[in-house]
């Protein structure tokens, strides 16, 4: 059999398949071992007895992470995070894919940052997406959480179809960017890595706040690992995601998205003209109504002008302030 027609009779299988993979889609969480491997940080990993649940530390010496043990090419990948409280400036606990250690000057990568503040300021997270090495053209995102991610944990999930990516908290979609032919869009296989480090030299205030070792060690723990995706061995298991609840924007999961970054939505590179010197919206997902909602550096000017300090906490009512 040809190599073309092999090809073709694979992607009728898949569509053959893809009613029932949807259905299948297991979104089980899975053991750390059974998916996952230390990728840093030696005794500053700290996996629970059973597995479930694992703690990632930051002290003076190291950070720590992990990393899958398969690539995927497409898939759904989450996980529940508490982070640490009192003052974290400085500290980044990430949450991604990416493919640099294969392709380097060519990667992909989708990013959760969660971005530490000093004590009484709140948590910032931010997104991010690279294509072929495009990191020349960051598109990061940065918003504010509706709840303290310190108190309990929370879900941070990512979809990444041939068709699109849409980041997840909570199971609510706060970002959708579909793939466009003029765009840069992740198309090569990605691991998937979570680590806590040092990131003084930008994450709080642009660097001018900085990890205090007083306060160490910094514990980020992480729970509810899910791995969903296909491997190089795996065809069908992308082609059965892109019909799965994950992957579809229903005109309900729009609306909650919309909602979510009308309220929360700090930062958006689609406004920044100062960094891309003036050229304005500079992506494909960029929404050029919305360019009077945004200062020329791409901060909010209806999120952060609309939060007075006495009302600028998490809902949860803990007196955060969200600078």
Known sequence: MTTSSWSGLLVISCMLLMSWAAAAVDM????????????????????SPDARTVLLKLDRFTGSGFVSKSAYHHGFFSASIKLPHDYTAGVVVAFYLSNGDVFPGQHDELDFELLGNRRGHAWHVQTNMYGNGSTG??????????????????????AW?????????????????????????????????????DGSAWATDGG?????????P????????????????????????????????????????????SRHLTYSACYDTVR?????????ECDESEQDNFHAWGESKRVINSRSSSSATYATGSGVRID
């Open 218 to 261: 910094f514990t980020a723990v992480f729970s509810d690992l899910i791995v969903t995706g296909g491997t190089d061995d795996d065809h069908c298991a992308a082609m059965g995601l892109m019909t799965s609840e994950v992957a579809v924007m229903t005109p309900a999961k729009r609306g909650s998205m919309r909602r979510f970054r």
């Open 137 to 158: 053209r960051g598109r990061e995102e940065r918003y504010l959480l509706p709840f303290d991610p310190t108190a309990a944990p929370h879900s941070y999930a990512i």
């Open 276 to 284: 891309y010197n003036g050229t304005g919206v500079v992506f494909p």
């Open 28 to 47: 089980s969480p899975v053991r750390f071992d059974a998916a996952y491997m230390p990728l840093f940080g030696g005794d500053n990993l700290v996996p």
């Open 161 to 197: 179809t041939p068709a699109a990516v849409i980041f997840y908290i909570d199971a609510i979609p706060i970002r959708e960017l579909v793939r466009c032919s003029s765009g840069d869009y992740p198309a090569k296989p990605m691991s998937v890595y979570a680590t806590i480090w």
């Open 208 to 216: 001018r706040h900085k990890v205090d070792y007083a306060y160490a």
